[in-house]
């Protein structure tokens, strides 16, 4: 079946570097992908939703020089945190939009030291 | 500003009894109510889904309650088994937005032996 694989799973960093997460669609094309940030214990928070060929939307109060997103291909987005501090230490998930239904990845824990 | 409001924030239940875990939601436009199923570390997977043009939907132990003119909808288990121990989420989308979804604030069940 159709999967979404993120990676990696699991970065711990320095505080002021940069760190990519990758979202891959497995065996099928996505032209949107949603990135969202969960704290422990607590809902999913949609951060952005990121479109193929074109520049991603940011929610509210998110900021997009903050996390930089690319959809570079139908299978592909990345969400870069830039210059990392210890409050952005979190889970991030993306999920796949296909016709059925989202699929969501695995996450992956950020811990920025 | 939440869009779907979920409750209980955590239950407890006897192994072989009935988890119940509730939503409401104030937007009509959404069409589409899934549940997910979190394990720790992991990335949300569809449990079960539903489209406001049915009233109940059931997959072995678990079933969706949704009642269109009250705005709610609910989660039942069946035969609770200490593997469903897990966090749970509602969630609501409009087809439109493609696959943007709401998600409620979750559910954390523990179900003891």
């Known amino acids: 079946g159709a999967v979404v694989s993120q990676h990696p799973s699991r970065v711990i960093c320095k505080s002021g570097t940069s760190v990519k997460i990758e979202c891959r669609s497995l065996?099928?094309?996505?032209?949107?992908m949603f990135w969202y940030r969960q704290f422990p214990k607590q809902s999913l928070m949609l951060m952005a939703t990121s479109n193929e060929g074109s520049k991603a939307t940011y929610e509210q109060g998110v900021e997009k020089d903050k996390f930089l997103i690319n959809h570079a291909s139908l299978t592909l987005s990345t969400l870069t945190v830039t210059s990392a501090h210890p409050e952005d230490s979190s889970f991030y998930i993306c999920s796949a939009v296909r016709v059925a239904g989202p699929i969501f990845g695995p996450g992956t824990r950020l811990t920025v030291l | 500003q939440q869009q779907v409001k979920q409750s209980p924030q955590s239950l407890i239940v006897q192994k072989g009894g009935i988890s119940i875990i509730n939503c409401a939601y104030e937007?009509?436009?959404?069409?589409?109510f899934p549940w997910y199923q979190q394990f720790p570390g992991k990335g949300p997977a569809l449990l079960i889904a539903i489209r406001p043009d049915v009233s109940e939907k059931k997959e072995g132990r678990f079933t969706i309650s949704f009642n269109k003119s009250a705005k709610q909808f609910s989660l039942h288990i069946m035969d609770s088994q200490p593997g469903d121990s897990a966090t749970y989420f509602c969630a609501a989308s409009m087809y439109d937005t493609g696959n943007q979804f709401y998600f409620g604030t979750g559910t954390s069940l523990t179900v003891i032996p």
């Open positions: 937007n009509t436009a959404f069409d589409y």
């Open positions: 065996d099928f094309q996505a032209t949107t």
